[in-house]
């Protein structure tokens, strides 16, 4: 079945620029979505259609995607940034959909 | 205001059968496919399967295929999340969400989640 790699753990201090990076086979014809997971809360999208960012997220998100790798960024990260990160994708037929295995951020 | 609510937490033995469900209401609950996302103990998010409301249509992760069966009840707004026989591998929190449309199937709007314990 289809999955999506993304690298388990990033940290970076707060105010510095926190990449996540998300690949997938598909990706090049299929959108990526970004959700964001703080503990004991449901996820939160953060960035849709590779590089659109919802309402009410804050600009320091943003996302890009190129061939099989797509890379969620998080320019000058803040302390509430803290959060695990999944990104999210169809397979080649759009009949199914994954989610990345996760990143956890830490921003300290 | 669109809102998801499920069920409340469910703790069973090995060999039990369970349904929980999602409650939609803001928006019109026929039209929306409404998926499930199982996320284990201190793990990550797993797509389970989406269906349309309005004809039943499903769509199930080949991961989850047998295992698990999604339906929906239009006439009250309600999808829902059916094991028959529980392991206690099922232990986990169980996300219904709502996909904003067909060809961007990400989800906009979440439940709480549902806490299922399967333990002997």
């Known amino acids: 079945s289809y999955e999506l790699t993304q690298s388990p753990s990033v940290s970076v201090s707060p105010g510095q620029t926190a990449r996540i990076t998300c690949s997938g086979d598909a990706l090049p014809k299929k959108y990526v979505y970004w959700y964001q997971q703080k503990s004991g809360q449901a996820p939160v999208l953060v960035i849709y259609e590779d590089t659109k960012r919802p309402s009410g997220i804050p600009e320091r998100f943003s996302g890009s995607s190129s061939g099989t790798m797509a890379t969620l960024t998080i320019s000058g990260a803040q302390v509430e940034d803290e959060a695990d990160y999944y990104c999210y994708s169809a397979d080649s037929s759009g009949n199914h959909w994954v989610f990345g295995g996760g990143t956890k951020l830490t921003v300290l | 205001e669109v809102q998801l609510v499920q069920s409340g937490a469910e703790v069973k033995k090995p060999g039990e059968s369970l349904k929980i469900s999602c409650k939609g209401s803001?928006?019109?609950?026929?039209?929306?496919?409404i998926g499930w996302v199982r996320q284990m103990p201190g793990k990550g998010l797993e797509w389970m399967g989406i269906i349309y409301p309005d004809n039943s249509d499903t769509r199930n992760s080949p991961s989850f295929q047998g295992q698990v069966t999604i339906s929906a009840d239009k006439s009250i707004a309600t999808a829902y999340l059916q094991w028959s026989s529980l392991e206690a591998s099922d232990t986990a929190m169980y996300y219904c969400?709502?996909?904003?449309?067909?060809?961007?199937?990400?989800?906009?709007?979440w439940g709480q989640g549902t806490l299922v314990t399967v333990s002997s």
């Open positions: 969400g709502r996909l904003y449309s067909t060809s961007s199937a990400y989800f906009d709007y």
């Open positions: 803001g928006y019109s609950f026929s039209n929306y496919w």
